[in-house]
């Protein structure tokens, strides 16, 4: 498929997307594919698993594809409703019970009203329930977390129809204090990866830290019925950590972070550190000579007659030239003192730190805009379908993008600033409203 997409960019306009270094694996499924590995080799979810070591109940997982055949997936996310949660085992009988209910929920008008009814009653003015479904990530874990923000009315609502005694709509079931903790948890898991933010930082990381902690487990469970699981699970992890190392997007991210740097690959990855170091210096030569057009160089000897000889001894800090000054922009970022925390806020950093980087912040707009997970692509996706119906099939592909942006900008309450100031104000008095309130926060 990317070598399509490839050939496609390449047609359109000439240009040339090597996508041997530029195709990243998403972090979610690559995920899903260590864990089936490892399930498979136990075998507890087949007849052919220990019956008598068994435990009483295990998590399985559906057969995922190492291809990654993902639109196929999506397309059978239509039928997820036939998906009755008294059939699943008992470990993940909540988790699907509760995204049974939201789809109920979702899918009914009259329990939407009943929602909003009660939500008022009880306080609660956060979002609406939505349904999620499919291998999409974004939406599954947007659904979740909006149950249990709204876990007092959910539970209302099953309180409900379980004292009216009519209609089935939600199975009687009914959540306890830690089946909604259970949820938490799940969801703080969920949201590293949910899409939101330069999450393609951390994909080396997280990937060196998976194995170690697999390595340890494999020791831990020695002579155990899991042992068999950590080799293939281990095997798949490394396969996928030397494909992330082989993508650009990902190297230049890695050392974009203000807390790696560098120092990850020295410490972590030594064999692929030149090599990132050498990736670094390319890319960021060729964004200098975009960013400055050839000017003369300086006249050393004009700036030094500027010095009046009795003064000389007083000029502590001699002028440099501006091409001085961008040669060392990489060393004084590789020894800067402006640190930051592995989970810090990396855009926050790089805005603070601009002028003192041009080049390299100029970098970083670009590869931290790169995701680890296919979620951030998912909800393009969702917005594009929205925006661009049959009825604006002339639009551009420049239009297309400026809408769709827009769109999550909005939608995300970015302020625009410049020329849409105007807009923006237009909305700032619009929020005032109840009406358009409750047409943003409960979609």
Known sequence: MCSEIS??????????????????????HVLALILGAGLTAIKLSTAE???????????????????GELL??????????????????TDSEHVFSIDYVCRRIASSPAKQSEFKIWAEKLGYDGPGIIGGYGIRWNIAYDSRDRAYKARKVINQLLENETE????KTFK????????????????A????MEGDGPSCTMVLYEYSRLIETLEKLKDASKNGILEAMFDPMIKVANKYKDLALECEPILMATMLHPAWRLLLFFNKFKSHHSKAQQLLTRKFNERK???????????????????????EGYNFYPTCSGQENGEDELE????????????GDVLSWWKAQSPSFVVLSSLARDYLACASSSACVERTFSAASDICTSSRSSLSPQTIEQCISSHLWIRNGVKAQGDFQDVNTVFDVAEKNPKFHSGTKKI
């Not at 996508?19 to 694996?25: A, E, I, K, P, T």
């Not at 009687?172 to 969801?187: A, C, D, P, T």
């Not at 898991?189 to 590293?192: A, M, S």
């Not at 960013?291 to 010095?307: A, D, F, G, H």
């Open 189 to 192: 898991v969920l949201k590293r």
């Open 172 to 187: 009687g079931y009914e959540f306890s204090s830690k089946e909604w903790e259970h949820i938490k948890v799940l969801n």
């Open 7 to 28: 050939r496609l960019i390449k047609d359109h306009d000439g240009t040339f997307w090597n996508h041997s270094v530029n195709h990243q694996r998403c972090f979610c």
């Open 49 to 67: 698993g220990p019956t008598v070591q068994r435990p009483e109940s295990f998590p399985t997982l559906p057969t995922i594809t190492e291809d």
């Open 72 to 89: 196929q997936d999506a397309q059978a996310s239509d039928d997820v409703e036939d998906i009755d949660p008294d059939d699943l085992s």
């Open 289 to 311: 000579a975009i960013l400055e057009p050839p000017t003369p160089l300086p006249n050393k000897n004009s700036s030094q007659s500027e010095i009046v000889a009795e003064d």
């Open 164 to 167: 009216n005694g009519k209609g």
């Open 332 to 343: 004084r970022y590789h020894n800067s003192k402006f640190s930051l925390g592995i989970k």
